[in-house]
């Protein structure tokens, strides 16, 4: 199993000269488990290069799992090459909500006056689903989804193959509902997601004095993602949800402070463009 970076920021795309080495475009991760499967996690801004690079390629079955449907990891779904393609059938699975279908809910955007086309007008075939309590099979991968604290219905994801596993947790808040010092590892928000993750994909997207102006936006800061890995017990951290106002530089001394507070494991910037095997 493989994954490629396709968006890293948070929030809102933030393209330009002082973003160019981590990238600007919204959270999107291509992953092929080993059969060749294609399963997406989030459709921000990035999924517009990741279906352009498909180039006349497209698989027959496409999964796109949303942790959530905030605009940043929902705009880029519009511009996705595959959606306009009447022979790719498209899974698209979400959180479920007590209020509204995920159908009803995603047709908010995409339809007019935010969007020129009605999700019922999509020409490749659509089937949506409620992320389901129990882990099922995608391709050669198993897929699971817990509820985690972020603002509105979200979920992190878990796909594992082979005896590895992969945890996205992007907009995840653990310390805003417990003391992470403290509290019973199975009572953190995003536990049984990330419990010896192989590789943890988490949000940091503020800084120790930047989140106490913050706290219930629903991120992280680096002293949480730090305490969470080591609670998870993470072999390896790769930080995700960029803020749109931190530089290439910003995001690197970032880095270096997860990595002076968690000494677990290997800590890295997930950069646009790059990408991690699971073997």
């Known amino acids: 199993m493989r994954a490629r970076f396709w968006g890293t920021r948070g929030s809102l795309a933030a393209p330009g000269p002082d973003t160019i080495r981590y990238g600007g475009n919204t959270s999107c991760i291509e992953v092929r488990p080993s059969d060749g499967s294609l399963v997406i996690l989030d459709s921000g801004t990035g999924i517009r290069a990741l279906g352009l690079s498909l ?3 497209i698989p027959k079955r496409i999964d796109i799992l949303l942790s959530h449907l905030h605009l940043d990891h929902l705009e880029g ?3 996705f090459a595959p959606l306009w393609d009447p022979a790719t059938e498209l899974h698209i699975w979400g959180p479920p909500s007590p209020v509204r ?3 009803d809910r995603i047709a908010q955007y995409l339809s007019p006056p935010l969007f020129p086309v009605r999700l019922a007008e999509i020409p490749a ?5 409620d992320a389901p309590e129990e882990a099922w099979t995608l391709g050669s991968a198993t897929v699971s989804a817990r509820p985690i604290i972020h603002q509105g219905p979200t979920v992190g994801y878990r796909i594992e193959e082979g005896g590895k596993a992969l945890a996205y947790l992007t907009d995840h808040e653990p310390a805003l509902a417990a003391d992470l010092s403290s509290v019973p590892a199975e009572w953190v928000s995003g536990y ?3 419990a010896g993750a192989d590789v943890l994909i988490h949000d940091c997207q503020y800084t120790e004095a930047e989140y106490p102006e913050r706290a219930g936006f ?3 800061s680096t002293q949480h993602v730090a305490s969470f890995a080591k609670i998870a017990g993470a072999r390896r ?3 995700f949800h960029h803020d749109p106002n931190h530089t290439d530089e910003d995001l690197e001394h970032l880095c270096d402070r997860v990595r002076e507070l968690w000494d677990g494991g290997t800590v890295e910037l997930a950069r646009e463009g790059d990408e991690i095997n699971l073997r």
């Open 77 to 79: 779904l519009g511009f």
């Open 218 to 220: 629903g991120h992280s």
């Open 55 to 57: 180039n006349g390629s």
């Open 237 to 239: 951290l790769i930080l």
């Open 101 to 103: 279908s995920l159908s």
């Open 125 to 129: 075939q659509l089937e949506l689903h």
């Open 192 to 194: 049984a997601i990330a």
